[in-house]
T-cell receptor, first 114, second 113 residues
Framework: GAGVSQSPSNKVTEKGKDVELRCDPI?????LYWYRQRLGQGLEFLIY????????KSGLPSDRFSAERTGESVSTLTIQRTQQEDSAVYLC????????????FGPGTRLTVL | SQQGEEDPQALSIQEGENATMNCSYK?????LQWYRQNSGRGLVHLIL?????REKHSGRLRVTLDTSKKSSSLLITASRAADTASYFC?????????????FGQGTILTVHP
């Protein structure tokens, strides 16, 4: 596809349930990022995958959050035992290798935890 | 704390006027980028300025960077209603963290027709 895609676009879940969010980056982009954006706030870095290197997980807020990436393609962000404070838009971005760090964003997944 | 802090938090202007947004950051950077976000969804990259550059233009956008003051500004000239959006600066500190961006809280720009 032409851009970064994310699914689902909206997810409503009950507190305590697990959710899985998916990101399809632009083909050829070795770097992939997950961010969280609470209403009216800036972007909060969660995790960063770069090629075959170990991911930078320094932004994950708790051990309920985890993410995986298959090679240089799809990534999934999993939130276990969701809490109401997890409600936010989760944004995925990817970028080119070779010294260019402009990030291309997907439309995001709006997660609502009831 | 955020690496980038935008100022003002909100800006309201009339169509045709210029809009200036500022960003301050704390640590040395490799580059600084500006992004636009419409309707709280995906961000769109506007412009990247490297640490050895002082000014950059793209269409109606002008970005300046002052590394001695650790600050940047984004100027939108002859604004249009379609420029209404949130604008974020993001810093890349380079090194082993190259490519990893730290975003500020954003400036909400409203352009009235």
């Amino acid at each position: 596809g032409a851009g970064v895609s994310q699914s689902p676009s909206n997810k409503v879940t009950e507190k305590g349930k697990d959710v899985e969010l998916r990101c399809d980056p632009i083909s050829g982009h070795t770097a992939l990022y997950w961010y969280r954006q609470r209403l009216g706030q800036g972007l909060e870095f969660l995790i960063y995958f770069q090629g075959n290197s170990a991911p930078d997980k320094s932004g994950l807020p708790s051990d309920r959050f985890s993410a995986e990436r298959t090679g240089e393609s799809v990534s999934t962000l999993t939130i276990q035992r969701t809490q109401q404070e997890d409600s936010a838009v989760y944004l995925c971005a990817s970028s080119l290798p070779g010294g260019r760090s402009e990030q291309f964003f997907g439309p995001g997944t709006r997660l609502t935890v009831l | 704390s955020q690496q980038g802090e935008e100022d003002p938090q909100a800006l309201s202007i009339q169509e045709g006027e210029n809009a200036t947004m500022n960003c301050s950051y704390k640590t040395s950077i490799n580059n600084l980028q500006w992004y636009r976000q419409n309707s709280g969804r995906g961000l769109v990259h506007l412009i990247l300025i490297r640490s050895n550059e002082r000014e950059k233009h793209s269409g109606r956008l002008r970005v300046t960077l002052d590394t001695s003051k650790k600050s940047s500004s984004l100027l939108i000239t002859a604004s249009r209603a379609a420029d209404t959006a949130s604008y974020f600066c993001a810093t890349d500190v380079g090194g082993t963290s190259y490519g990893k961006l730290t975003f500020g809280q954003g400036t909400i720009l409203t352009v009235h027709p």
